[in-house]
């Protein structure tokens, strides 16, 4: 693992380096290692939290491949296991800020008592706030809800979901950003899923950055929720 790190890092160090897509940036790559270690002389857990995202830009349209796995023990018992792999596309094809949107995501959830976890659905997306280094998006949509949970309990609905987005970059030196998603369900108001990632990032260099992220995941039917605080180190490289 340390010897693909290091060949990653040095290739990436070779690319050229923008700050964001624009008129002749057509692919982003960004991996994120971090986690969290606690040990005394009566407990010992530990976090690793890692995501890998892929994007492509072609004119009016961007599409994105987005994968987290989130593993954890504590006292030798097995606290998280938590994977999520998002293909999602943003097409810009009328109004300034408006752009429509698609999603197909797979999740498994030790923590969320998740076996499988299939979604997929459309909707719209306007830029409240479209500056360079500040973003506030809103987005609204339907999407399908097919699961298997860990009571071996399968079914099947559709859902509302709403996402805030905000991206803020401080004299490109100190970044936030965050995804919060809530998806209520049509059929049933106390079937609901949060989600919340937000991180703190501080540039080293344009492209790598020291991370602290806050992650805050709950399915409500299944009565589980996990927060979950981690630090480590981002690479992102626009070319």
Same mark, same amino acid.
């Given at each position: *693992?340390?010897v693909?790190?290091t060949c990653?890092?040095?290739?990436?160090?070779?690319?050229?380096?923008r700050?964001q897509?624009?008129?002749?940036?057509?692919?982003? $790559? %960004?991996?994120?290692?971090? %986690?969290?270690?606690?040990?005394?002389?009566?407990?010992?857990?530990?976090?690793?939290?890692?995501?890998?995202?892929? %994007?492509?830009?072609?004119?009016?349209a961007?599409?994105?491949?987005?994968?987290?796995?989130?593993?954890?023990?504590?006292?030798?018992?097995? @606290?998280?296991?938590?994977?999520s792999?998002?293909?999602?596309?943003n097409?810009?094809?009328?109004?300034?800020?408006?752009?429509?949107?698609?999603?197909?995501n797979?999740?498994?959830?030790?923590?969320?008592?998740?076996?499988?976890?299939?979604?997929?659905?459309?909707?719209?997306?306007?830029?409240l706030?479209?500056?360079?280094?500040?973003?506030?998006?809103? @987005?609204?949509?339907? $999407?399908y809800?097919?699961?298997?949970?860990?009571?071996?309990?399968?079914?099947?609905?559709?859902?509302n979901?709403?996402?805030?987005?905000y991206r *803020?970059?401080?004299?490109?030196?100190?970044?936030?950003?965050?995804?919060?998603? $809530?998806?209520?369900?049509?059929?049933?108001?106390?079937?609901?899923?949060?989600r @919340?990632?937000n991180?703190?990032?501080?540039?080293?260099?344009?492209?790598?950055? $020291?991370?602290?992220?806050?992650?805050?995941?709950? *399915?409500?039917?299944?009565?589980?929720?996990?927060?979950n605080?981690?630090y %480590?180190?981002?690479?992102?490289?626009y070319?």
């Amino acid at each position: *693992m340390k010897v693909l790190l290091t060949c990653i890092i040095a290739i990436l160090y070779y690319l050229p380096v923008r700050a964001q897509f624009n008129d002749s940036t057509y692919y982003h $790559l %960004g991996l994120s290692a971090t %986690g969290s270690l606690n040990k005394t002389n009566t407990s010992d857990a530990y976090l690793l939290n890692n995501g890998l995202n892929f %994007g492509v830009k072609k004119k009016d349209a961007v599409l994105n491949f987005n994968s987290t796995w989130l593993y954890g023990k504590q006292n030798r018992q097995l @606290s998280n296991n938590d994977f999520s792999s998002t293909l999602n596309f943003n097409l810009y094809k009328t109004f300034p800020h408006f752009y429509y949107w698609g999603l197909l995501n797979y999740a498994t959830s030790f923590s969320l008592k998740i076996n499988h976890q299939t979604q997929a659905g459309l909707g719209i997306a306007y830029n409240l706030i479209d500056k360079e280094n500040f973003n506030i998006n809103i @987005s609204d949509g339907v $999407l399908y809800d097919t699961s298997n949970l860990l009571a071996d309990d399968r079914y099947d609905t559709f859902r509302n979901s709403f996402r805030l987005q905000y991206r *803020m970059l401080i004299k490109d030196l100190i970044l936030f950003e965050g995804n919060n998603f $809530l998806q209520n369900s049509f059929a049933n108001g106390s079937d609901y899923i949060i989600r @919340s990632t937000n991180k703190l990032g501080i540039k080293l260099k344009k492209w790598i950055s $020291l991370t602290s992220s806050l992650n805050y995941n709950r *399915m409500n039917i299944t009565r589980s929720e996990n927060l979950n605080l981690t630090y %480590g180190i981002t690479i992102d490289q626009y070319f």
